[in-house]
């Protein structure tokens, strides 16, 4: 079994955070590290980097939405708290995508699926979800390629 880049940075990570003490972090670096092991047993497989990325990128959406949550509830602590892990779930996400990046793709996929209409937006959206995933918000995304079809 090959280990992926990602999971050894996070294997690494866990590491470092346990040598330094550093609690807080370590405890966020454990949580993705244990949900990419409930993902591999669950499907009886080892994930690479890409289902790595998905992991990643589901957890950093799941925080983004709780965050939000604890926001509106008036919890500035526990919205702090997904603030903070978000940061940490960041250092091991690739770079943003610029919203430039995000329209030249979305544009790109339009005329490569000959989308024209909102029935087409599946197609774009499965030409664009492998080339941004971890790298744009896929609801942003899905938003603009609506204005764009609309």
């Known amino acids: 079994m090959s280990n992926t880049i990602l999971k050894e940075q996070l294997t690494a990570e866990m590491k470092a955070c346990m040598k330094a003490k550093n609690k807080e972090r370590l405890v966020v670096v454990r949580s993705l590290l244990a949900a990419i092991k409930q993902v591999e047993i669950d499907n009886q497989t080892t994930v690479d980097d890409a289902g790595v990325l998905v992991i990643i990128d589901k957890a950093m959406k799941q925080r983004r939405d709780s965050h939000q949550q604890f926001l509106d509830a008036d919890r500035p602590d526990l919205a702090e708290q ?51 995933q971890g790298r744009a918000d896929m609801s942003v995304v899905s938003k603009l390629i609506k204005a764009k079809l609309g």
């Open 82 to 132: 997904e603030a903070y892990e978000m940061s940490v779930i960041q250092d091991f996400m690739p770079e943003a995508l610029t919203e430039e990046e995000i329209n030249t793709l979305i544009d790109e996929a339009m005329a490569e699926s000959g989308a024209a209409t909102m029935q087409d937006m599946g197609k774009v959206m499965g030409l664009l979800k492998p080339k941004m």
